[in-house]
């Protein structure tokens, strides 16, 4: 029952992540219209008309008032947040480290949509998501990190691990975004990759976020190749939505670091 409850509770707050990957790379505001409303004409959505999931099969993927097609996106996001919020309760309990992971898992499913769409990682979820990763780890600690080894006290070692886990890792990668500008005299990495990283490492502290991305930018290389090949992109000029594959990996390793790593493991039991 409370594993289902969970999942229901992804499907609302899924609901609403839709609302921010629609209108923050727009610029529009989150909460002004507070109905959601046709992309297409403009018309407000009923209540019946946005029933997470159901709604979209029951339309069979089109607006009631124009009839023109919703984007998959939006059962898909719905969908993804159920299952990760039923996954932290199932793994974790009714706990405060299952709450950690269903924060961390919506931050991370708005980044990789959006950046993905459009290529934008909105500053609302990158450093927003940070300070939350740096409060919660104060609270919640990051298990199997480095600061143990020089630090006494597991929740003022997990605050230095989430510290340690932002600051090298964006460190490392602004680093690398402007040695290759300076290089290529053109911009290879965005800033807000740099920023998502933070907050992805201020969650899985140094360890979690190194581990997040050799699997991403694995992942991203493979997908990004595979693309210029089929698509017969030009490689020099295609826009590899880095942030995407990150945020991909981010979530397999945070779900798979339980057994494997123990980063969640009792963790506020």
């Known amino acids: 029952m409370i594993i289902a409850l969970a999942a229901i509770a992804g499907l609302i707050i899924g609901s609403f992540l839709n ?5 923050l790379p727009r610029d529009l505001s989150v909460v002004n219209p507070p109905r959601s409303f046709c992309p297409s004409c403009q018309k407000t959505i009923a209540w019946y008309d946005n029933i997470p999931v159901l709604s979209y099969l029951l339309l069979r993927g089109r607006c009631r008032h124009c009839h023109e097609g919703i984007s998959w996106r939006y059962p898909l996001v719905e ?9 932290a309760v199932a793994m974790l309990g009714l706990t405060p480290s299952a709450l950690k992971l269903c924060i961390f898992s919506a931050l991370v499913i708005v980044l990789v949509i959006t950046d993905f769409e459009t290529l934008i990682l909105p500053d609302e979820f990158t450093l927003g998501g940070l300070a939350l990763g ?6 919640i600690p990051i298990r199997h990190g480095i600061a143990p080894l020089f630090i006494s006290g597991v929740h003022k070692a997990s605050l230095v691990d989430a510290l340690l ?19 290529r ?8 990759d740099v920023k998502m990283v ?4 201020a969650f899985f502290g140094l360890q979690g976020i190194l581990l997040t991305l050799m699997a991403g930018s694995v ?3 493979l997908a990004g190749v595979a693309y210029i090949l ?16 990150i945020g991909i990996a981010a979530l397999a390793i945070a779900f798979l670091g339980n057994p494997l790593f123990g980063w969640y493991e009792q963790l506020g039991r």
Request: proline share 1%; glycine share 14%.
């Open 134 to 139: 740096l409060i919660l780890s104060a609270f």
């Open 165 to 183: 886990g932002a600051g090298i890792s964006s460190g490392v990668l602004a680093l690398l975004r402007y040695v290759y500008e300076k290089v």
């Open 198 to 201: 933070a907050m992805i490492g």
């Open 230 to 245: 089929i698509a017969r992109r030009d490689a020099a000029t295609y826009e590899l939505p880095y942030g995407s594959f």
């Open 79 to 87: 969908a993804l947040t159920a299952a990760a919020f039923a996954g």
């Open 19 to 23: 609302v921010c990957i629609h209108r």
């Open 219 to 221: 992942l991203g290389a």
């Open 185 to 192: 005299h053109r911009e290879g990495l965005g800033l807000g």
